[in-house]
C-alpha cells in the first residue's frame, strides 16, 4: 500500500509540473537601468569637488527602458538630457520600437530630452507621450516643447492618478503621485507590472513621512523598488540650503527600513545620485556598507526580468 502511494503520488507530481509552468507565464520583459545620476548629469557643471575623480566614466541621468525581448517594442520612463547616449544602442530601430515615453515631472533630468525628438534631430512622427494633466499643459503651452506637439513629433495621453494604463496585452503602468517641487508640473512615480513581477519607480520625492503612501507597504507589495538615493547625508550637501532640494537621505531611508525584513531590502535599488553622492563610487565605504545591509545600487546596464 505504501509502495503505490508513493507511485501515485509521483506520477501525479510529474503531471502537475507542466500546469504549473504553464501559469506562469513565460515572460519576455525586462526593465534596463539606462541612468542613475541626478538631473545635473556626471560629469556635474561648475563642479570643483574631488568627489569624482576615482569615476573612470560618465554618468548618465536616470531613466528606464521597458522592453519587451520578443518584438524590440520599448517604453522609456523619463526622457533624460542624455537621451542620445542612453538610446544610441537602438540605431535606426528607434522610430519603430520605441512605442511611447512616460515622464514623471518637469523637472530638467525627466523630460528635456523630448528636445531630440523635434525636427532639428529625430524629427519622430506622433511619439507617444505619457504625462498626468499639469505636465501635459506644461508641453502643450511652453515652447520649445509646443512646438513638438503641434509639428506632430509627440502625442501627449494624459494619466490620471493611480489609473492603470494597459500598454500591451501583458504589462499595466500605473502612475502613482508623490510630493515634490512642483513648480511646473505635479509629480508622479509608477508601478510597473509584468507578466510575472512588478517594479516600484521612485526616481523623485521631498521625504517619505511626506507621502500619503508608506513606502514599506509599496515595497511588500512589489518585486523591485527603484527609488529616490540622491544625497547620501546631510554632510553631503552643506554647501546648498537643503530646504530648496529636500530628498530622502539614503541614511534616513535605511533607518526607516531597518525592520523590514532582509527580503524586502533587497528588493531595494538606490537611483537617482548626485555627483556627490559616496555611492557612484563602489570602493567607498558608505557603498559596501549599503550592500552589506542587503540594498542594492542601481548601475547603468542593469536589467531586471518583469
Not at 531630440?116 to 529625430?122: C, P, T, V
Not at 513638438?148 to 502625442?155: A, D, F, G, K, T
Not at 508622479?188 to 508608506?214: C, Q, R
Amino acid at each position: 500500500m505504501i509502495d503505490l502511494n508513493y507511485r501515485f503520488f509521483s506520477i501525479l507530481f510529474i503531471f502537475l509540473i507542466p500546469f504549473f509552468a504553464f501559469n506562469q507565464i513565460k515572460s519576455n520583459y525586462t526593465l534596463k537601468i539606462l541612468g542613475v545620476v541626478q538631473d545635473g548629469g556626471m560629469p556635474h557643471l561648475g563642479n570643483n569637488k574631488t568627489c569624482c575623480e576615482n569615476i573612470k566614466q560618465d554618468k548618465y541621468v536616470t531613466s528606464l527602458m521597458l522592453m519587451n525581448n520578443e518584438n524590440n517594442e520599448s517604453f522609456l520612463f523619463d526622457a533624460s538630457p542624455d537621451i542620445n547616449k542612453q538610446l544610441n544602442f537602438m540605431g535606426d530601430r528607434i522610430k519603430k520600437d520605441l512605442k511611447g515615453i512616460f515622464l514623471t515631472h518637469a523637472h530638467i533630468g525627466h523630460y528635456t530630452g523630448l528636445m531630440y525628438f523635434g525636427r532639428e534631430a529625430l524629427n519622430s512622427k506622433l511619439v507617444n507621450v505619457y504625462a498626468m494633466p499639469r505636465m501635459k499643459k506644461f508641453l502643450e503651452e511652453n515652447g520649445p516643447w509646443s512646438q513638438l506637439v503641434s509639428l506632430q513629433n509627440i502625442s501627449i495621453i494624459e494619466l490620471s492618478n493611480e489609473s492603470k494604463i494597459s500598454i500591451d496585452s501583458n504589462v499595466i503602468v500605473q502612475p502613482v503621485e508623490v510630493p515634490h517641487r512642483a513648480e511646473f508640473s505635479e509629480t508622479v512615480g509608477y508601478k510597473i507590472y509584468g507578466p510575472n513581477k512588478t517594479a516600484l519607480f521612485i526616481p523623485d520625492i521631498d521625504k517619505w513621512y511626506l507621502w500619503e503612501k508608506s513606502i514599506i507597504d509599496e515595497i511588500k507589495q512589489v518585486d523591485y523598488a527603484i527609488i529616490d538615493a540622491t544625497f547620501y547625508n546631510s554632510k553631503e550637501v552643506n554647501y546648498r540650503d537643503i530646504s530648496e532640494i529636500p530628498h530622502p537621505f539614503v541614511t534616513e531611508s535605511m533607518d526607516l527600513f531597518d525592520s523590514i525584513d532582509i527580503k524586502e531590502k533587497n528588493k531595494i535599488y538606490f537611483i537617482h545620485l548626485n555627483h556627490t553622492n559616496p555611492l557612484i563610487n563602489k570602493d567607498s565605504d558608505q557603498y559596501k556598507l549599503v550592500r552589506s545591509k542587503g540594498y542594492n545600487v542601481a548601475e547603468e546596464g542593469m536589467k531586471l526580468n518583469l
